[in-house]
């Protein structure tokens, strides 16, 4: 794998085609759980690949690269939903013209966006996650990342890292008890982000 990396950075097509052939199923059935729409995602495999090629250079090669492109699709996804809200918001607002910029027919629907201390807490929460996991010791940092960042499922973590199913599901316990232990009541506020999706 670091093989063809290095060769498509160096401006290899060939090499950039046969990465492109061996993940872009994984990057369209990772892009499919969160848009459920097919053009979407064959859109989403297009961009991420896009994405990747032009920031191929600043890949650390010391990082598992299928997380990098995880993260890279993860993104194109969500501004595919952010493009698709702001459509939304439009075409509602355009509902009835007769409505006035102070009455727009979004004024009427309730607010069903996250309160601002809501968006705080979110954050910190976040924030508390990130840095947790970047001090874990390495056999479990990138399954907790590919667990709670990526949201990947345990079948797709086993097939990732080719490991059984329990393998994962015990390492990712041991990494929660090494959380506990290490920062205590901030493992507490992290885990509800964490463990929800156990």
């Known amino acids: 794998m670091n093989e ?4 498509s950075r160096s401006g290899d097509p060939n090499a950039f085609k046969e990465l492109l052939s061996i993940h872009k199923d994984k990057v369209y ?5 969160i848009l459920r729409n097919k053009q979407e995602c064959e859109d989403v495999v ?8 032009l920031n191929l250079h600043r890949f650390d090669e010391k990082k598992n ?5 995880f993260e890279i699709c993860k ?12 459509r ?10 007769e409505l006035t910029d102070h009455n727009s027919f979004l004024d009427i629907l309730p607010d069903r966006d996250k309160l601002p201390i809501d968006q705080v807490i979110e954050k910190e929460l976040n924030t508390q996650v990130h840095t947790i996991i970047n001090h874990l ?9 590919q667990r709670y960042i990526l949201e990947m499922s345990l079948e797709e973590m086993s097939v990732q890292d ?18 506990k232990k290490r920062w205590g009541g901030v493992f507490l506020r992290a885990n509800l982000l964490m463990l929800s999706m156990i």
């Open 65 to 69: 690269f299928t997380t990098w492109m």
């Open 4 to 7: 063809l990396i290095q060769l």
């Open 46 to 53: 297009q961009e991420t690949f896009i994405r990747i090629f």
């Open 29 to 33: 059935h990772f892009a499919y759980r």
């Open 88 to 97: 939304k918001k439009l075409s509602l607002d355009a509902v009835n013209p």
């Open 75 to 86: 993104n194109v996804c969500y501004d595919i939903l952010r493009r698709e809200k702001v």
């Open 137 to 145: 010791p390495d056999q479990y940092k990138e399954l907790v990342y």
């Open 162 to 179: 080719s490991l059984p199913i329990n393998t994962v599901k015990t390492r990712l316990f041991r990494a929660r008890q090494f959380i």
